[in-house]
């Protein structure tokens, strides 16, 4: 027996995870969208992966370019989270309005005051259920952004949240 949707949910609302904004470019048009399943998958080659959900406006672009790039966001970068989460109204047709970018080798939009970034070509994708992809891809380029000295913007039990360092004096 499956578990019930809620108590899945409950149960991976406790994991803890660092907030990327993945963005793609198809022709003319540019998306991005805040995911947090997100991980490395090897190093040999550089390999990533990211799930996407089908109903977002990003997904059809990476299925169709077969290129995407991971911005892994600093805490600095709130206000970008909320827009590209789509929890902030009014930007739904120009995410990147206001937002400093850089483009990559094959075209797709860069967050530039992000921790660091990595450009990525699928080389496989796989059914994630009935709802998600997973696309594996293998990082091609990428460098530290221009947040790298920020601490990480993370994510957890439905919310933002921050990071604190501990003081090494005490």
Same mark, same amino acid.
């Given at each position: 027996?499956?578990?019930?949707? =809620? %108590? ?11 907030? &990327?904004?993945? %963005? /793609?470019?198809?022709?003319?048009? +540019?998306? !991005?969208?805040? /995911?947090? +399943? ?5 190093? =040999?080659?550089?390999?990533? #992966? ?7 406006? %990003? ?9 995407? *790039? *991971? $911005?892994? #966001? ?11 989460? !789509? ?6 047709? =120009? ?5 400093? %970018?850089? &483009?990559? *080798?094959?075209?797709?939009?860069? #967050?530039? $005051? +992000? ?14 259920? $009935?709802?998600? &992809?997973?696309?594996? !891809? ?15 913007? #993370? ?8 990071? *604190? ?6």
């Amino acid at each position: 027996m499956a578990v019930a949707v =809620d %108590t899945f949910r409950a149960v991976m609302s406790r994991w803890a995870t660092g907030i &990327t904004v993945i %963005t /793609a470019r198809h022709g003319a048009v +540019s998306r !991005g969208m805040v /995911a947090s +399943s997100f991980s490395s998958v090897s190093a =040999d080659p550089p390999t990533v #992966l990211v799930c996407a959900d089908h109903r977002t406006r %990003t997904y059809p672009l990476i299925k169709e370019s077969g290129v995407f *790039v *991971v $911005n892994v #966001l600093s805490q600095e970068q709130e206000e970008t989270f909320r827009v590209f989460a !789509g929890w902030k109204g009014g930007r739904e047709d =120009d995410k990147f309005a206001g937002e400093e %970018t850089l &483009t990559a *080798v094959t075209g797709v939009p860069i #967050l530039k $005051n +992000s921790l660091g970034w990595m450009e990525c070509r699928v080389v496989a994708a796989y059914p994630g259920g $009935n709802t998600h &992809t997973i696309f594996i !891809g293998e990082v091609v380029e990428g460098s530290l952004g221009a947040g790298v000295d920020h601490p990480p913007l #993370l994510y957890y039990h439905r919310k933002v949240r921050r990071f *604190v360092e501990e003081d090494p004096d005490e």
